[in-house]
T-cell receptor
């Protein structure tokens, strides 16, 4: 069964510090997809990134970067030079390709990130 | 860009009442997903539709039903509401089906049961 673990329940950092959010996943599939979503205080879920299991290249988008390591089943998310607007709950999620009709996302329990001005 | 639209944004009901939540996917998106997020919890998958047919089913109570209409909008019908149904209900949509498709979420409907 698929499972996503975000061990960090809450993190607080001072503005402009770098912060890394951890995500560890479990799956028996060889093909799967990993996602990060952001949920700001207003409540909506915002898609940030998708990564497939065959692409271990790290990705950078502005102040955001993602480190995917299959050897440790991890898909960590780093925010560089954090800003107050980054304060949100961040969810890591997984979907498996073994059953094409099964598109559900399995979410981790989320990490609440607070950026202190 | 157009996003997923959910209505209403907030809904207050009493126990044993019924509720209908609506979801309008992003234009040209043919797949719709429903999730339930309890207070302080992660979203839990309820049900999904592709081309107006049920695609996948999660932990959706028998008291709930849903469908996708010819214009691809979807409705989640909830009956005999219980206090435990109080949650944020998200709809998401994607273009095409498959686990690789990013699901784009609406702002959610916050349902409160008194």
């Amino acid at each position: 069964a698929q499972k996503v673990t975000q061990a960090q329940t809450e993190i607080s950092v001072v503005e402009k510090e770098d912060v890394t959010l951890d995500c560890v996943y479990e799956t028996r599939d060889t093909t799967y997809y990993l996602f990060w979503y952001k949920q700001p205080p207003s409540g909506e879920l915002v898609f940030l990134i998708r990564r497939n299991s065959f692409d271990e290249q790290n990705e950078i988008s502005g102040r955001y970067s993602w480190n995917f390591q299959k050897s440790t089943s991890s898909f960590n998310f780093t925010i560089t030079a954090s800003q107050v607007v980054d304060s949100a709950v961040y969810f890591c999620a997984l979907s498996e390709a073994s059953n094409f009709g099964n598109e559900k996302l399995t979410f981790g329990t989320g990490t609440r990130l607070t950026i202190i001005p | 860009a157009a996003g997923v639209i959910q209505s209403p944004r907030h809904l207050i009901k009493e126990k044993r009442e019924t509720a209908t939540l609506k979801c309008y996917p992003i234009p040209r998106h043919d797949t719709v997903y429903w999730y339930q997020q309890g207070p302080g919890q992660d979203p839990q998958f309820l049900i999904s539709f592709y081309e107006k047919m049920q695609s996948d089913k999660g932990s959706i109570p028998d008291r709930f039903s849903a469908q996708q209409f010819s214009d691809y909008h979807s409705e989640l019908n909830m009956s005999s509401l219980e206090l435990g149904d109080s949650a944020l209900y998200f709809c998401a949509s994607s273009r095409g089906r498959g686990p690789h498709q990013p699901q784009h979420f609406g702002d959610g409907t916050r349902l409160s049961i008194l």
